[in-house]
């Protein structure tokens, strides 16, 4: 594999966005625009794995239409949001890693 | 068409377990299911090993309670034949006796607990009715609305998707035959045999025919025109999302349907006795359809939840209902029928908790051994009365 | 509880938006639920509030999204997840009459408040669907989504999920997709269609069809124009073998197929990516219809299970229509028009139109149906993944359910082990398969393809898995305050 030069981070494009906020993930700030979806926030972020299966491999969104749940994580204590139908707020709280 | 020493209808828990009672005995067997092995009340079940009278058998009173204590014998039974059936099996059975915990929340319940414990220490089984500093230690994930606990230690759990498949494969290693997707429509008897006909135009013939055909059971009783009173009863379970470990032991509740337990993949399975609605058609109750789920029901279960606050905010993922049979007096229908030679049932009773007793007690009448229990009790011939000829 | 709604509909794509506004137009008190923040459905989803897209690009469906936002009687619930339709089958209760005049539906749903019924006298479904999952080695790394992932981040949410992107599938969604991203200023590595080019001839104008709308008819060839002009590689008979990457998605592996779909050994090639976007096409989401107890009908061609109705979208259960994908995949102006048709079967039901006044307004609407359902027949089955050639991606390994991480291997040993067993309902029971927080969306298909080859019963004998409420999960402290709402009550 050799063509791999452009890194691999999302980008956000054509949309004019309210002004960012801050949210938590796994106890470090993340900038995000409020109302986009908690998901595009963690990919924009460099976030590419949101979640971890039982047996420990990683996990992010698939479907991205709320209907296949592997983008679930943890929000303000609530587990199982998922994070593409989870719109960003000022404040809040997430945690990835194992769905539990 | 084929001969068998007997001829067992129902693929549930109680037919296979039977019918691997006894092929091991050396006798020819056939299992004859109308669906799929497990599909109904034996695959649907909570798995909860209850050996603590149930909230159903106390909520009518003291008389009521002492009646259905008559099946304790059966549950001491059960407490030793779980303990040792992965290895009779040789199959994982998910079997975790890790304790049961019968929980009261009001000063009344704490004093039907009493009396509840008072009753089945006659009989032998070891409860300790806990509170206070012992009980939260025991159990610190219970809300602080739990006064006190009926705890026996033997109580747990078991994985109904895996014990009756793995009944089925140790009769079938033992040489049983099981024939799935084919109804039993006829069964009478035939120059000393009795005659079964599936619905395909195939009969086959047995000395003795064992029905544990469920809710069935009445329809096939009166194939061989005897009537049994078995009631089909529709009921609800719930199952969240799996999570950490945090619920070691099997939660009931003395004065509400309740039923708690987490299975080794991590689910809260919900349950206890909450109703869901028989179908009817053509104003007559159709056993073939599953029972519809009430709104009522799973909105109450949840709400029962809550003496263990941690599930509160987990997902319930999934509900199914599924139909148990019940008998007038709650005790098991269990033996043979009279006036019918070679004809057995067994179904009634908490069949999944009961089932391997029930089976080996069955099989032993069955292979004429004397059955180490005595099961006048549960015998049919209590009903007796039913039936005319 | 008492609630002043005549109708509800479940679903606010193009099937939903034309139901809910010709129904509030002729006088029916409307609430229309979905789980999503914003009107629309899959294929109109708009902007989160707060955002607007930059260049003057016209918004698809911003006749329809403007019509329902003015009609009379609307009452929308966002956010708001529909997971069980109650008292259809037994016919006891005081809230279930055998006809839906007498009686009263209650539909179970979750709020961003909590749990609570609605019970209207009528249901149109509109829940429409979602990308049809194909398992394959790798398909559950990081990195691989579905095309109508891909394009919802692009579309709704203005991002580029990554750098590099291969499409692969066989679905026209996936040429959309790939120019909407070119478009964007993403590097399109590599487009691969399983299907030959000569199989999917007559042309390019079918191709936009069976997208969905025929106002973008030109859209495929329009796309594929585009890639040819961007020069990105459009490969057809090329199927993707495997993703890889560890911990997240670099690269796939992408080999050609023969005439009959399978794949030619040898000529596995590795491309460097870090987005796979998958489009095989689309399964109706038929969860709730099945649920609440409607009579389905198995149409492969159309996606799987869909659900039957009559002329006027009604189903087998009384005061419960459909309409859109779920009774077949067949794209949204076809939606929309069902959508209208299953509003005025409802407002007779309702005694809201007499029947001719129904007939007349039905007249063109039908007549626009019958040419799209032609034009969707005609191209529906070129398109639709042949189970043999899905079934030779998966190897013994591979995770069909990805919530309970059951592999292909885990489900022949079942069925090996077990071989009474044979239908969708007993391989989940024993294997876990289907058991976990998608409730079997991802796995399904895939599941019982598996169950079909091994054990050569039909897609019939084998069945769905048992649609049973919630059809969604919905958390425990809601449907506990949903229990002491009504104690309070009663
Ligand atoms: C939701 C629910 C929760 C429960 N929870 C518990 C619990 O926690 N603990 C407990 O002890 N018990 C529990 N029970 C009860 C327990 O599941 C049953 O008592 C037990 O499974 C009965 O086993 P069985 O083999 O008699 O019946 P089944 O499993 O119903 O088997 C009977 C079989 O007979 C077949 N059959 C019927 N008629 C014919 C025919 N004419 N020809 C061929 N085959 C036929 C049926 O298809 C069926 O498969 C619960 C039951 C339900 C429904
Ligand atoms: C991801 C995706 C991308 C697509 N992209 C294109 C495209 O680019 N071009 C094209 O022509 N066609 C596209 N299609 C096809 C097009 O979306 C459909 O033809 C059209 O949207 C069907 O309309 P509908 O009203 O039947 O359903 P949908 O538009 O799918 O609307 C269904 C709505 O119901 C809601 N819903 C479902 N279940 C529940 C529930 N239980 N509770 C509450 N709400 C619920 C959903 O959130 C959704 O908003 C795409 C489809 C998908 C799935
Ligand atoms: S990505 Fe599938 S549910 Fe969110």
Redesign the interface.
Known sequence: MSDTATPARPTRTGLHRPDPTTIMVDGEPVTAHPGESLATALLAAGRRTTGET?SGAGKAPYCNMGVCFECVVTVD????QRSCLIRVRPGLIVQTGP?? | MAHYDTAVIGGGLLGCAIAWHLARAGTRVLIVEKD????HAS?QNAGSLHFQLEFRMVEHGDDAARLAARALPLHLDAQRTWAGLEAALGAPCGVALRGGLMLAETPAEVAALDRKAALEREYGLDVQVLGGPQLRELAPYLADTVRAAGHLPGEGKANP?LVT?AF??AALRHGAE?R?GHRVTALHRDGGRWRLSTGDGRSDTADTVVLAAGVWTAELAAMADVRLPVFPVGLTMS??????PLLPHLIQHVGRRLSMKQTA???VLLGGGWPA????RHGRTDLD????????S???N??A??VVPA???????????GMTTLTPDQLPLLGPVPRRPGLHVATGGSAFTLGPTYARLLASTLLGDRPDLPLDDYSPARFGALNFV | MSNPTDVVVVGAGPAGLAAAATLGRHGARVTVVDEQQRPGGQIYRQPPTGHTRTGRRTEAGRALLAEAAAAPHLDWLPDTVAW?V????????DYAGPAPAPGRL?L?VHTPDG?R?LEPAALVLTAGAYDLPVPFPGWTLPGVLTAGGVQTFLKAQGLLPGRRFVLAGGHPLLLVVAAQLVAAGAHVVEVAFSQHLRTLLPGPRDLAAAVGNAAKLAEGAAALRHLRRARVPVRFGTVIRAAHGDPELDGVVLSRVDAAGLPVPGTERTVACDVLALGYGFVPSTELARQAGCAVAWRPAEGGWIVDHDDWMRTSVPGISVAGELTGVAGAEQAEVEGRLAAYGTLQTLGLLDADRAAALARPVRRILARRRRFAAAVLSRFAPDPAALNALVTDDTVLCRC?EVTAGDIRRALC??P????A??VK??T?AG???C?GRSCQPAVCRLIAEQTGRSPEQIGAF?A???VK?????S??A???Q?DDQG
């Open positions: 039982t204590g609530q587990p199982f769905a539990r | 799929q092995v497990n599909r695959g998707r498949p089925a494969h099981l799935t199952a969240t999302a799996r999570t950490a993949e991590g689910n609605k028989l179908v009817t359809r599953n029972p519809e789920l009430r709104y009522e799973l909105t109450g949840a709400d939840a809550r599930v509160m905010r987990l997902p319930i993922i999934r509900s199914w209902s | 069980g109650f008292g259809t089958r037994a016919g006891l209760d209650r179970g749990g019924t309970e082990d077990h009474h067993l044979g239908t309902n007993a029971l024993l876990r058991m976990g927080l409730q048992t049973q409420p919630p999960p919905v958390p425990l402290a449907l506990a949903a229990a002491r009504h």
